[in-house]
């Protein structure tokens, strides 16, 4: 008995204690790096690179992140090529998602082994609660356990899903500040520093990843190369198209300022397009809260008190 607590109760915690770490970003240099001239100051921030992990000179980390990290290895498999295939896939989805850190991997498969043990023994921990023996113990379990396994996973989508849908919306307004900065004379990487610049705009994730390309220019990267990673780290079809375009002109040698207007003018008329199409999509989803919750109470009102006094008249009949 005492057995089954204490193994629940680690399970529990060390799931909490991951997911709150997962989502805080506290432990993500890059994170830390983006948001630092905001709070530290300029000169913090620039003594701490965007371009290299600094998890090791902080010393080893914490046992209960080394104990979720082997959990997550379990589901990489035991051959070089599945682990491989997992690794770059789970990889994929978390860079998507903002967490860049190589070592959110593991943590992350680890996650989703404690939570699905997590949510298997709260049925078991709950009958051990109330002193009663609980039916079906070993179903409700499965399926709890199922249902916390492919938690994160639901929950990481939902964070892909809303963080490309801020860079869809913010590209627009990027593309029209970067042509008004390349027509005044700037230079590409100039204008991305100008755009980019937190006293200056608003901060969303296309302009921390633009920032991310910028540090990457001066620290030597070349300048395709930086653009087609932060092109994969988004993983959205119009930043996509829009490297594509800029490391196109800057092979052929075209006017940057007219590409970079087609491209804005395209990407506006899209993210209209998708407003509208959210606008049309409205009365439907409004339909089924409408029908289940505020018809029964039309009904209940409007037509409760004739059916009472038909009621009454029928028991004045059979009188």
Known sequence: MELVYALSAFVLVAGVTAGVALLAEHWDPVARRLRGPQGAGAEAAAAVSVLRWEDEAKGPPPQWRRTVEKLGRILLGRTPASQQTRLSAARARLVWAGYENPRSVPLFLGLKVAMGFGFAYSYTLYGLAIKRVLPQVLLVSIVLGILGFFLPDFWLSQRIRERQRLIRNALPDVLDLLVVCVEAGLALDAAIAKVTDPEFSKITPLHDELRRVHLEFRAGRPRAEAL?????????????????????????????????????????????????????????????????????GIFVVTVAPALMKVSEVFQGLLR
């Open 228 to 296: 087609h990673a932060m092109s994969e780290r988004t993983g959205v079809d119009g930043v996509r198209t829009v490297v594509g375009a800029f490391v196109q002109t800057e092979k052929l040698g075209t006017s940057l300022a007219n590409t970079l207007r087609v491209h804005a003018d395209a990407a506006r008329v899209q993210r209209r397009h998708r407003a509208e199409r959210e606008a049309h999509m409205v009365p439907l989803k409004m339909l089924f809260p409408i029908v289940f919750f505020l018809f029964p």
